[in-house]
């Protein structure tokens, strides 16, 4: 299992190298930068000495191993815009998007999860097919357009939920964060649905025909020939049987969230990275955009990590090798 | 002997959009305390259904239509799922057809059994643990207090068959399903999984239905057979009787078919023709058309069980007058 993990990392390590490459290469082709840098009117010599004092006149495999050296150092460069350091900017937005990300994973997870056991459970009651027509909805329609129309309900005709921002934030260190305040709380409501409706629904449907597949097993007939209870046979025995494929898609829809927070934030003007992204394609500013890029692949690693880990915490088939099985 | 479990006139249908299949039509026996009933007939003749609707757990669409199934006097066909699921395991035990699939892949086979003991029985989880690794010890489990912790791929088919054996009696049932108990293990390792099985109940007094299409396992275990074709019984009686002078054409071609060590034939005898689907059973005789025997009144009229001597066959040779 240890050398499972680290040649997980080993792995994980190269993934991130080609996701810092295909960032650096943003450097490369959006443009010269240093026509951003220097005035209108510089003279080609002042273009050059500043081209050699930021060493972009050495070969671009250099400049690569230099941008690697600063991502690992934490140095991500300064914002073409605002002139800070990245990453000062990136923590400024950091809590904002992972908070809204947190939430809307437990709202998918626990509205997901006893959904998908329920209409697996009760395939041809009333309400399973509510919830599954409902899911359609969530699985088809476009988050702007949901986020658009919640704020509609919400914001604009119910006037119960703010319809932009984040409310009232708590400085506690350096993150910021809406948890513990009744605004900061509201404004998180309409945000985390909008971002979390489309996981909601492919975990409930996920779990369901997980469920449905399971529930046909034989262990599933031998553990109710057992007398175990109902209880039992569909929570103990057969949920955890689906978990693996589960854990899986989680895992990744719980980076696609981080990734897929971009519109959502647009949409409610919410002060996080994908918002803060958006601006930076707006204004070309390479180092900000780079940062996020690395960044974002960074959560995905690191999902992808936990969840083959999980793997091992359920399924006992992944775990042995050693003890070899007698017979 | 006392009826452990009486069977009568069970029927099992099946609703399809082409009209109801009657899987199991008016079927009835009886197993004694302690007694092992061997029921074999080919895939589809309804045994292991009428096994399956024994503990309950006949799946929709398929239903009981008529007949009743009782335990010890006490009706438990019409039972609520909750009172039902207090029988199972409790009362009567089930084997299946497939170690590998029987266990829970993500259980150690301790928890299993221990979930099991404690579902029916109010042991603490330590005595429920000890009792554990004294069945798996029972079950000729070696080193059973380190095994019990271990998962079901951590075991070969025989010892996994061991271990359902072990969740099937561990709380002692008056009866034990055994639906292909080893169809899907080795040749080798078949012989000692019929041989603990029926050591167990022996010990335990638990009574059997061998649910098999192994007439060889038959012989060895079972103290009556019943033999179903088509979803009815064809011939029931002792097992020696049925294996040495079945009346009914098709057990007496079905034993036929066994080989036996000293024949010199080359080939064995073979029953011309297949068992019908439900959905194209003859009338009269189901087994009319295949039959050597047949004659008019085979082709009309259905023949319940009748007296044949030793055994009882649903046949009209042996129609009195």
């Known amino acids: 299992m240890f050398a499972y993990i680290v040649r997980r990392a080993l792995q994980s390590v190269l993934v991130m190298a080609s996701v810092a490459f295909v960032a650096f290469a943003l450097f490369q082709y959006m443009g010269d930068p240093i026509n951003q840098m220097v005035a209108q009117d510089a003279t080609l010599e002042q273009r050059n000495a500043l081209r050699s004092v930021l060493g972009l006149d050495r070969p671009f495999y250099v400049q690569f191993l230099f941008f690697l050296k600063n991502l690992i150092t934490g140095n991500f460069g300064f914002s073409f815009r605002v002139g800070t350091p990245v990453a000062q900017i990136i923590a400024e937005r950091l809590p904002a998007t992972l908070e809204l990300v947190i939430v809307a994973a437990m709202f998918a997870l626990f509205i997901g999860v006893p959904a998908g056991v329920y209409t697996g459970l009760h395939r041809h009651g009333a309400l ?32 119960w939920l703010p319809s932009f921002g984040r409310g009232d934030v708590v400085n506690i260190g350096f993150w910021s964060t809406g948890f513990l305040t009744k605004s900061g709380l509201k404004a998180l409501i309409l945000p985390a649905i909008t971002l979390g409706l489309f996981q909601t629904t492919l975990i409930m449907r996920l779990v369901r025909s997980e469920m449905l597949e399971v529930l046909r097993a034989d262990y599933i007939k031998f553990a109710r020939a057992r007398g175990l209870t109902n209880r039992a046979v569909n929570f103990g025995h057969a949920l955890k049987n689906t978990l693996v494929p589960v854990i899986t898609i989680a895992g990744l829809q719980i980076g696609g969230l981080i990734a897929f927070a971009i519109i959502t934030e647009t ?50 088939r992944l775990r042995v090798e050693r003890s070899v099985s007698a017979h | 002997m006392a009826a452990l479990l009486e069977v009568d006139h069970l029927r099992i249908e099946f609703p399809t959009r082409r009209g109801t299949l009657l899987a199991v039509d008016d079927v009835s026996f009886q197993i004694g305390e302690g007694e092992v009933l061997g029921v074999v007939g080919e895939s589809g003749a309804g045994k292991s259904l009428t096994g399956t609707a024994v503990i309950g757990l006949l799946e929709p669409p398929g239903r009981i239509a008529a007949g009743e199934i009782r335990l010890m006097g006490r009706r438990i066909d019409n039972l609520p799922y909750e009172e039902m699921r207090k029988i199972r395991g409790k009362q009567i035990g089930a084997v299946f057809q497939d170690p590998l699939t029987s266990l829970n892949p993500l259980y150690s086979v301790g928890r299993q059994l221990i979930e099991t003991i404690q579902t029916h029985t109010d042991m603490t989880p330590t005595r429920a ?72 109940c022996r010990e335990h007094g638990t009574a059997i239905m061998l649910i098999t299409h192994d007439m060889g396992v038959i012989a060895e275990t079972a103290d009556r057979v019943a033999v179903m074709y ?92």
């Open chain 1, 128 to 159: 399973s097919r509510f919830m599954l027509t409902v899911s359609l909805i969530g699985v088809s329609l476009p988050t702007f357009l949901i986020g658009i129309l919640l704020i509609l309900i919400f914001a604009v005709l119910l006037g």
């Open chain 1, 267 to 316: 949409v409610f003007q919410w002060p996080g990275m994908g918002f803060l992204f958006i601006t930076a394609i707006q204004f070309v500013d390479i180092p900000v955009m780079s940062t996020y890029l690395v960044l974002v692949a960074l959560f995905f690693v690191i999902i992808n990590l936990v969840v083959d880990l999980l793997y091992f915490a359920v399924d006992p």
């Open chain 2, 230 to 321: 088509a979803g009815r019984i064809a011939e029931i009686g002792p097992v020696r009787s049925v294996i040495k002078d079945a009346k009914h054409p098709y057990s007496h071609g079905l034993m036929g078919s066994i080989p036996k060590i000293n024949d010199e034939k080359e080939r064995l005898e073979q029953i011309e023709g297949s068992m019908p689907r439900l959905t194209e059973i003859p009338p009269g005789c189901a087994f009319n058309p295949r039959c050597p025997h047949t004659f008019d009144r085979c082709r009309i009229e259905r023949p319940e069980l009748m007296d044949t001597g030793v055994t009882r066959a649903s046949c009209w040779l042996y129609a009195n007058g």
């Open chain 2, 129 to 200: 643990r000890a009792r554990a690794i004294e069945l798996l010890h029972e079950v000729g489990i070696p080193a059973a207090e380190r095994r019990i912790d271990h998962y079901p791929h951590q075991f070969s088919g025989g010892m996994r068959q061991r271990v359902v054996i072990a969740l099937a009696l561990c709380v002692n049932p008056k009866l034990v399903i055994a639906d292909e108990p080893t169809t899907a293990l080795d040749v080798s390792i078949q012989a000692q999984i019929i041989a603990l099985l029926k050591r167990l």
